[in-house]
């Protein structure tokens, strides 16, 4: 399960190196901070993380705000303001770009962590993404572990067996990770590659490889198809 990628943007190299090194504490993976508009902006094509802490005040004529504009803008992923200005203009600045969230020099570990996950969850709400305790976003499963949200993209996902009330996800790598959330209401939130073909599992159509009468073969594993889903898995496959 692949950790939350965070990217810092921060002037001042050892703030920007101490906070890493607490993000990383929290379980959080963490890319090369940037230091100015330029480096971020390489760093996010590069890197495509999933949330960025952004200094508003930076070396150079763009500003952090003027950053969260540009994520707005082309990229669409949350942000979090950082900032040791509290005053009624940078704060003024700052909403004109609609935070999710702002943190104020000097801030502890655990608002540090309070910020990242109320940013996330609550940018997945917007855009009325939100499953339970997990969520989704652009082409990755959300998955809430041990207090901290963890990522499985859909491309490393196999196939989804319902058990009970929980949703098992199962990977290529053939490691299960466990979702509170029903099977229901998890397909809503795939893309269209994922496929029910049984009141119990869901499959990622792009391992498919053999189809029988009674199930259908993803790499080396068969999964039962049921009577009902059968005609609407014939209907998305290219037949010949």
Known sequence: MKKVKILVVEDEIIIADNLCDTLEELGY???EPALNYTEALIQIKNEQPDIAILDIELGGSK???DLAQKIKDEYDF???FLTSNSDPITLNKAKKVMPPAYLVKPFTKEELYTSIEVALYNFSKKNDEITDSNFVLKDALFIKDKGVFKKILFKDILYLKSSH???DIVLLNEQTHVARVSLNSIINNLNSKF???HRSYIVNTE???QVNKTSIKLNNELIPIGTKFKDELLKNLNLI
Do not use: D, Q
């Open 29 to 31: 993976e963490i890319i």
């Open 63 to 65: 500003t952090g705000i």
């Open 78 to 80: 949350p942000f979090i």
């Open 165 to 167: 009330v929980y949703t």
């Open 195 to 197: 496929i029910r073909v």
């Open 207 to 209: 391992y498919l490889s």
